[in-house]
């Protein structure tokens, strides 16, 4: 079956530490985003990307970084510069800019330790 | 992209239909309303959008008033699975771009009780 795959569920961090959230659809969507959400509120998008090696920021890009070498791939790494890390971070995809609307992972709750 | 108001909470009896509001009275012509579901620690499940129809799929059904200020979505019979955070969305499609992202507001914790 196609999906977006977000992995791990679960992270631990270290302050001052970089690290990684994969994402990876079989989907062959063309557009995928990173959302940030806090607990009890909405999501807050981070970066997206439209076609394979090109990528937009996002209302809160500072801190985190992202790549997309290839279709399938858009990985988030959240860096030892942002301030407040822990959260829930999910990734989705869509059709073209989504008109059909996003497929979402099913997240990664990332906690710093 | 217009603004949505929601209720933040709503109760329901298991088997009744839920009838979850959205007031979007900025909206324009070229803004599609989305509805999307979070149950607790998952991601946002799609539902239904809709322009100006009226619209129904196997989840759900969307009302949209004529003057467009407003819609309505509509679980015919709600079960306890379909508690969840409820977001309703406007947003643009104008020249296919991503960046017309999707904002998500705070949504409406939908509560089916047995």
């Known amino acids: 079956d196609g999906g977006i795959t977000q992995s791990p569920k679960y992270l631990f961090r270290k302050e001052g530490q970089n690290v990684t959230l994969s994402c990876e659809q079989n989907l062959n969507h063309d557009a995928m985003y990173w959302y940030r959400q806090d607990p009890g509120q909405g999501l807050r998008l981070i970066y997206y990307?439209?076609?394979?090696?090109?990528?937009q920021k996002g209302d809160i890009a500072e801190g985190y970084s992202v790549s997309r070498e290839k279709k399938e791939s858009f990985p988030l790494t959240v860096t030892s510069a942002q301030k407040n890390p822990t959260a829930f971070y999910l990734c989705?995809?869509?059709?073209?800019?989504?008109?059909?609307?996003?497929?979402f992972g099913s997240g990664t709750r990332l906690t710093v330790v | 992209d217009a603004k949505t108001t929601q209720p933040p909470s709503m109760d329901c009896a298991e088997g009744r239909a839920a009838n979850l509001p959205c007031n979007h009275s900025?909206?324009?012509?070229?803004?599609?309303v989305y509805w999307y579901r979070q149950i607790h620690s998952q991601g946002p499940q799609y539902i239904i959008h809709?322009?100006?129809n009226n619209e129904t799929n196997e989840m759900a059904s969307l009302i949209i008033t004529e003057d467009r200020k407003s819609s309505t979505l509509i679980l015919p019979h709600a079960t306890l699975r379909d508690t969840a955070v409820y977001y309703c969305i406007v947003r643009s499609y104008m020249n296919n771009n991503a960046g017309n992202m999707l904002t998500f507001g705070g949504g409406t914790r939908l509560m089916v009780k047995p």
């Open positions: 809709g322009l100006k």
């Open positions: 990307s439209q076609i394979v090696n090109d990528f």
């Open positions: 900025t909206i324009s012509g070229n803004e599609y």
């Open positions: 989705a995809s869509s059709i073209g800019a989504g008109i059909y609307g996003y497929t």
